[in-house]
């Protein structure tokens, strides 16, 4: 995509739109809602180092134009979980409208595209995903349940007032997608830009992370069969995403800042509604970011890529193990953003337009091409999931 296209789609959020974050300092991070009154000062333990203020963050007070969210009274997802179904047969690619700009016009002109089904073996196109009423695009947003059939996906609502909706489809055993189930939400929410997005490992909830005006961003659970949500938020960092469920649905992993990757208790935040602390379980300590997590499958362990090197970190504590050390091309990005499957043997990440398979027992990388049935290649790199 050209520079001018992807500047369209960055207009509308370049006013919350952070540059950076400092190290955390300390081993716990402070979430709190938005209602809260102000407190006394808090235990050291209890907090991290705030980064510098960025030129491109507003100096004044932090804000969100709706209320925090307090509707969903249990935000665990504690149901029994979607069953891993062994290597995983599909993946799923997302991306943006595609932005164009006709003759010398400033304006852009947006054209939808679906999120699309593919083989895992080779890339190949399965099939389109049907989009909900009200929803005229796929956005780059998708997030895969252990079974590889029940995918959480970003929408874009439409080009004049743009909004990010969420919906699910379910894979059949051909990789055709069934009806797609949008979720409604009970509680309003400003939804121009959306970091991250995880399904739980039940099916029957979401997370996402976007940011707050003024500084600051904020991580939602969201119920999808009642579209009751959570808020908590953050003071400290500018930006959350890497988010990943643990498979009993009781603690989520998110990333802060690109520098430090830490654990919500979920429990602990049903029953404390005025605020909660999350453990940071490591903190960068080299240039290179942190931006995707993954829980192994029985949850004492977090994936995680420092720069491109892809580790392993016990969350009781514990050195981290390195898993794999994918080559990227020069023009890749610092960070990895990648998936793993239900088995957590598996991990897949996007550069340009092929798919990378990386076995995670020995390390050994492969990628095939993406193909889509409509605009192939147009537009920047989709991101996938499976």
């Known amino acids: ?50 980064p510098q203020p960025s030129p491109m963050v507003s100096s004044g007070p932090v804000r969100h134009p709706f209320p925090m969210a307090t509707s969903l009274a249990e935000p665990m997802a504690t149901e029994a979980p979607l069953t891993a179904t062994g290597p995983p047969r599909f993946f799923l690619s997302a991306r943006t409208p595609l932005a164009h700009f006709p ?11 679906p999120p699309a089904v593919h083989n895992a073996e080779t890339g190949a196109f399965v099939a389109n995903i049907p989009l ?56 309003p929410d400003d939804l121009t830009l959306v970091y991250d997005l995880a399904v739980s490992a039940d099916g029957t909830r979401l997370a996402y992370s976007t940011p707050l005006i003024g500084g600051g961003a904020k991580i ?22 890497g988010l990943s469920w643990a498979p009993d649905g009781r603690s989520l992993a998110y990333v802060l800042g690109g520098r430090a990757i830490a654990l919500l208790d979920l429990a602990r935040l049903g029953t404390d509604p005025e605020g909660a602390t999350s453990r940071i379980i490591k903190n960068a300590t080299g240039a290179m970011p942190f931006e995707s997590l993954a829980h192994t499958p029985d949850g004492s362990a977090l994936i995680y890529a420092s720069g491109h090197t892809v580790e392993r970190v ?65 537009g920047d790199s989709p991101r996938a999931a499976w």
């Open 220 to 241: 939602s659970v969201l119920d999808v069969a009642t579209g009751r949500r959570r808020d908590w938020k953050t003071f400290t960092h500018p930006m959350v995403r």
């Open 314 to 378: 016990p969350l009781a504590g514990g050195p981290a193990q390195v898993l794999a050390r994918p080559e990227l091309p020069p023009d890749a990005s610092l960070s990895l953003r990648f998936s793993v499957d239900g088995t957590g043997e598996h991990l897949l990440y996007v550069h340009r337009w092929r798919a990378y398979r990386v076995a995670l027992a020995d390390g050994a990388v492969t990628s095939v091409p993406i193909t889509v049935g409509e605009r192939p290649g147009e």
């Open 1 to 50: 995509m050209s520079s001018r296209s992807s500047a369209a789609l960055a207009g509308l959020v370049l006013a919350v739109l952070a540059a950076g974050c400092a190290d955390p300092a300390a081993e716990r991070v402070s979430l709190v809602r938005a209602t809260q009154p102000p407190a006394s000062p808090p235990l050291p333990s209890l907090t991290v180092v705030p």
């Open 103 to 113: 003759g010398k016009s400033k304006t852009a002109v947006f054209t939808p595209v």
């Open 132 to 187: 909900p009423p009200g929803i005229a695009s796929s956005w780059h947003l998708v997030a895969a349940a252990r079974d590889n059939r029940t995918f959480a996906i970003a929408g874009w609502t439409e080009p004049t007032n743009p909004y990010i909706r969420f919906f699910l489809v379910r894979l059949g055993e051909d990789g055709r997608p069934g009806k797609p189930v949008a979720v409604t939400q009970t509680d």
